[in-house]
C-alpha cells in the first residue's frame, strides 16, 4: 500500500463544476504538498500546508492532521484546469517528499 | 529570482549506454538539491538528495549515481543504461527544506 493515497485516479467535469481531489497519508509528516503537473511534465507548486486551510485563486487546499487527509478543491473549473494534480508529504524530521500517483483532472468546455 | 535549468529536455538512449543529466540552480547558495524520478505509472520517487557539495543521499539502490561537483549544480548519471530506467527526471531545489521548488525535467527514453 503506497503510503499516499490519492483519488480518484482520473476525474473528468465540465467546465465551471466544483472539483475535488482527495489524498490520504500513512506517514507523520511535518508539511503536505499539492503540484500540479502539465501536460508537457512541468510541476508547478501550488500548495505547502501544516494545518487549516489554504486559498489562491480558484484553489482551495485543506489538510486533516488527525484524520491524515487532505482535499484540493478548484472552484468554477476551467479547461487550463486540465492537468495532473499531485500529493506529496513530507516526511516528519525529514526532507523526504512522498508522492501520490497523481489524479488525472480533465475539464471540458 | 531563483531558476532552475535541466537539459537536456528529452533524451533518447540505447540500453547500455552511459547517462548524463544536469540541473542547474541560479539566484541562491547553498540549496537544498534533488533528484526524483516519475516512470510510467508510477508516482514521483525521491533518487538522490545532497545538502552540499560532494554530499550525496541515495534513496534507492539502482545502477544510477548523483553528483554534486559545484554548490547550484547536480548531476545524475549512469555507466549502462537500463530499459527500466526510462521515466522523467525532474532535479528540484530547497533552502528549507520544506518547500521544493522543481525544474522542467528530462525525458528520458531507453531502447
Known amino acids: 500500500k503506497n503510503e499516499v493515497e490519492q483519488s480518484p485516479q482520473n476525474l473528468t467535469a465540465q467546465e465551471g463544476e466544483f472539483i475535488t481531489i482527495n489524498c490520504s497519508y500513512s506517514?507523520?509528516?511535518?508539511?503536505l504538498h499539492w503540484l500540479q503537473q502539465h501536460p508537457g511534465g512541468g510541476i508547478v507548486s501550488l500548495f505547502m500546508?501544516?494545518?487549516g486551510k489554504k486559498k489562491h485563486g480558484r484553489l482551495i487546499a485543506t489538510i486533516n492532521i488527525q484524520e491524515k487527509h487532505s482535499s484540493l478543491h478548484i472552484t468554477a473549473s476551467h479547461p487550463r484546469d486540465s492537468a495532473v494534480y499531485i500529493c506529496a508529504a513530507l516526511q516528519g524530521g525529514s526532507e523526504k517528499l512522498v508522492f501520490g500517483k497523481g489524479t488525472k483532472l480533465t475539464v471540458n468546455p | 529570482s531563483q531558476t532552475i535549468h535541466q537539459w537536456p529536455a528529452t533524451l533518447v538512449q540505447p540500453v547500455g549506454s552511459p547517462l548524463s543529466l544536469e540541473c542547474t540552480v541560479e539566484g541562491t547558495s547553498n540549496p537544498n538539491l534533488y533528484w526524483y524520478r516519475q516512470a510510467a505509472g508510477r508516482g514521483l520517487q525521491l533518487l538522490f538528495y545532497?545538502?552540499?557539495?560532494?554530499?550525496i543521499s541515495s534513496e534507492v539502490p539502482q545502477n544510477l549515481s548523483a553528483s554534486r561537483p559545484q554548490d547550484r549544480q547536480f548531476i545524475l548519471s549512469s555507466k549502462k543504461l537500463l530499459l527500466s530506467d526510462s521515466g522523467f527526471y525532474l532535479c528540484a531545489w530547497s533552502l528549507t527544506g520544506r518547500e521544493q521548488y522543481f525544474g522542467p525535467g528530462t525525458r528520458l527514453t531507453v531502447t
Open positions: 545532497s545538502v552540499g557539495i560532494g554530499q
Open positions: 506517514v507523520g509528516i511535518s508539511a
Open positions: 500546508l501544516s494545518s
